[in-house]
């Protein structure tokens, strides 16, 4: 897919994604079939009350289980409170930093503008993270899982981090990162703004 054909789609997303909701359309045009690996070759039949992918390449067929998706988390360590678990349902880039009016305070936000959350939340107090310490770019990618002859679809996220050149740094599993260069996350990772600093803040990805 072509960068240009991947931000059309990535637009189109978000539009429909208004409310999280997920558009059959492009579920069937990006899904490759896990038998025959072609491509958007699906169609949609209702069998009762469940609905059937058939693969037009193939005789692959799977159940339709597109409410099933899964939204990868970001764990934020509070010390003695307990972990703030962050779902990462949308797509775009989600901002983690310090905020600017409260100084001592995490906040996330996405884009420039927004603050998804400024409640208690993620009041965590630390002054070793920058104003912009990290951005996570989501992406999404759609995928068949599942064995035998009825799979489901699940919505897969993708996604990225990055340091934003920020004072103390960040570390993924013990490795600090090079600024303003992009790493994938895996599960499980575990990411640490000021990681040499008295007092790190933990983050751990959980995929699932
Ligand atoms: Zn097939």
């Given at each position: 897919m072509s960068g240009n054909q991947k931000q059309d789609l990535h637009q189109e997303h978000n539009s429909i994604m208004g409310g999280y909701e997920i558009s059959t359309e492009l579920f069937l045009k990006e899904i490759e079939c896990p038998v025959c690996h072609s491509k958007g070759q699906f169609n949609l039949e209702k069998l009762g009350d469940i609905q059937i992918l058939?693969?037009?390449?193939?005789?692959?067929?799977?159940?339709?289980?597109?409410?099933?998706?899964?939204?990868?988390?970001?764990?934020?360590?509070?010390?003695?409170?307990?972990?703030?678990?962050?779902?990462?349902?949308?797509?775009?880039?989600?901002?983690?930093?310090?905020?600017?009016?409260?100084?001592?305070?995490?906040?996330?936000?996405?884009g420039p503008v927004h603050d998804l959350h400024s409640g208690e939340n993620t009041y965590i107090r630390n002054p070793f993270v920058s104003r912009k310490h990290v951005m996570v770019v989501i992406d999404e990618e759609y995928k068949l899982v599942g064995g035998g002859e009825l799979g489901k679809i699940v919505v897969k996220k993708k996604c990225f981090i990055k340091d934003l050149g920020s004072t103390f740094g960040t570390s993924v599993n013990n490795v600090l990162l090079e600024p303003n260069k992009l790493r994938e996350l895996k599960g499980d990772d575990k990411i640490a703004l000021s990681p040499n600093t008295e007092l790190p803040q933990l983050i751990v990805f959980k995929e699932v």
């Open positions: 058939k693969c037009r390449a193939c005789p692959a067929k799977y159940e339709f289980a597109i409410k099933t998706k899964i939204f990868p988390k970001l764990v934020f360590d509070r010390g003695e409170r307990e972990p703030f678990s962050y779902e990462l349902t949308m797509n775009g880039d989600l901002i983690i930093g310090r905020d600017a009016d409260d100084y001592d305070y995490i906040k996330i936000r996405i």
